[in-house]
């Protein structure tokens, strides 16, 4: 079998065994926003061409390529969800000589009924293998979840990762927060800022200021910026008391996780190949 994540930006693909040991694996930056309308099918034989002409049939995709500008559109599994009503929601595509699905992605609402909705990270939670309540997954939307009885009962997102591109590249501060060099004690600086009184848009200017006034050097101001958004989500989303269990890129679950130290709040750290081990949990509650 075939198991793809296939994000917005990013494609990584799994080739597994009648076991379900891993043979091999491939990545790249062929995501589904960047695959023209109708141009799925030759994305996906210019990346696994080679498998499927060895003799690889089966294939089961999670992430975008579900959504409305994916391959095929997957309706929206409510929450709150199963392992076993996610496998049971699975859409089948027409392809020749292939027995291709997709996984639905999750909807639910936050406490005023806004809409909340995601796509991929699914397989990654029932891919975890925790049996923590809290779960958070950090990236460009970082989704927390709540479970309950191996259910995702719940899940709330944040755009930190969106709003840290866009206030460096598109804001005043892009003059000052467009370095990458990364300074520990500069990102604490702005966890602390975060824990102290006042809006977020007022906290935000003080990045600015500080390096005006030689406070941070101007080096320093990315990694402030980033202390500064991660502290206040970390101040709204976690629970005090509550351990949070991080699923995810290592070097930005490690800014979580000294966050939510700063916090008085335990975190820690799915394994490597979360998102596999749920595709592969899926595959095996599926009829082939």
Same mark, same amino acid.
């Given at each position: 079998?075939?198991?793809?994540?296939? *994000?917005?930006?990013?494609?990584?693909?799994?080739?597994?065994?009648?076991?379900?040991?891993?043979?091999?694996?491939?990545?790249?930056?062929?995501?589904?926003?960047?695959?023209?309308? *109708?141009?799925?099918?030759?994305?996906?034989?210019?990346?696994?061409?080679?498998?499927?002409?060895? *003799?690889?049939?089966?294939?089961?995709?999670?992430?975008?390529?579900?959504?409305?500008?994916?391959?095929?559109? %997957?309706?929206?599994?409510? %929450?709150?969800?199963?392992?076993?009503?996610?496998?049971?929601?699975?859409?089948?595509?027409?392809?020749?000589?292939?027995?291709?699905?997709?996984?639905?992605?999750?909807?639910?609402?936050?406490?005023?009924?806004?809409?909340?909705?995601?796509?991929?990270?699914?397989?990654?939670?029932?891919g975890c293998n925790s049996e923590s309540a809290s779960l958070c997954l950090p990236g460009t939307h970082t989704k927390w979840v709540r479970m309950e009885d191996a259910r995702i009962a719940n899940f709330t997102t944040c755009m930190t990762g969106d709003l840290y591109k866009a206030i460096r590249e598109a804001s005043i501060l892009r003059s000052f927060a467009g370095q990458d060099q990364i300074d520990n004690a500069a990102f604490l600086l702005g966890v602390a800022r975060s824990r102290q009184t006042g809006a977020?848009?007022?906290?935000?200017? *003080? %990045?600015?200021?500080?390096?005006?006034?030689?406070?941070?050097?101007?080096?320093?101001?990315?990694?402030?910026?980033?202390?500064?958004?991660?502290?206040?989500?970390?101040?709204?989303?976690?629970?005090?008391?509550?351990?949070?269990?991080?699923?995810?890129?290592?070097?930005?679950?490690?800014?979580?996780?000294?966050?939510?130290?700063?916090?008085?709040?335990?975190?820690?750290?799915?394994? &490597?190949? &979360?998102?596999?081990?749920?595709?592969?949990?899926?595959?095996?509650?599926?009829?082939?």
């Amino acid at each position: 079998m075939i198991a793809i994540n296939w *994000g917005t930006s990013n494609f990584r693909a799994f080739k597994i065994d009648s076991n379900g040991i891993l043979e091999a694996e491939k990545t790249s930056s062929r995501g589904a926003l960047s695959v023209p309308s *109708g141009g799925f099918p030759d994305a996906l034989m210019a990346e696994v061409g080679d498998w499927i002409r060895a *003799g690889e049939e089966k294939v089961l995709m999670s992430g975008m390529v579900g959504a409305r500008r994916g391959w095929k559109e %997957v309706p929206y599994l409510s %929450v709150p969800a199963t392992l076993e009503q996610v496998a049971g929601a699975v859409v089948s595509l027409q392809i020749d000589c292939l027995d291709a699905r997709i996984v639905p992605g999750l909807i639910g609402a936050d406490e005023c009924g806004i809409p909340e909705v995601m796509r991929g990270e699914e397989t990654e939670i029932f891919g975890c293998n925790s049996e923590s309540a809290s779960l958070c997954l950090p990236g460009t939307h970082t989704k927390w979840v709540r479970m309950e009885d191996a259910r995702i009962a719940n899940f709330t997102t944040c755009m930190t990762g969106d709003l840290y591109k866009a206030i460096r590249e598109a804001s005043i501060l892009r003059s000052f927060a467009g370095q990458d060099q990364i300074d520990n004690a500069a990102f604490l600086l702005g966890v602390a800022r975060s824990r102290q009184t006042g809006a977020l848009a007022h906290h935000l200017f *003080g %990045v600015r200021t500080l390096v005006l006034t030689a406070r941070i050097p101007e080096s320093s101001a990315s990694s402030y910026l980033s202390g500064l958004l991660i502290g206040n989500e970390v101040k709204t989303m976690a629970r005090e008391g509550e351990s949070v269990h991080l699923i995810g890129d290592p070097a930005l679950c490690s800014l979580y996780a000294r966050t939510l130290a700063e916090f008085d709040i335990q975190s820690s750290l799915e394994p &490597a190949g &979360a998102d596999l081990r749920g595709l592969t949990r899926i595959a095996a509650r599926l009829e082939w």
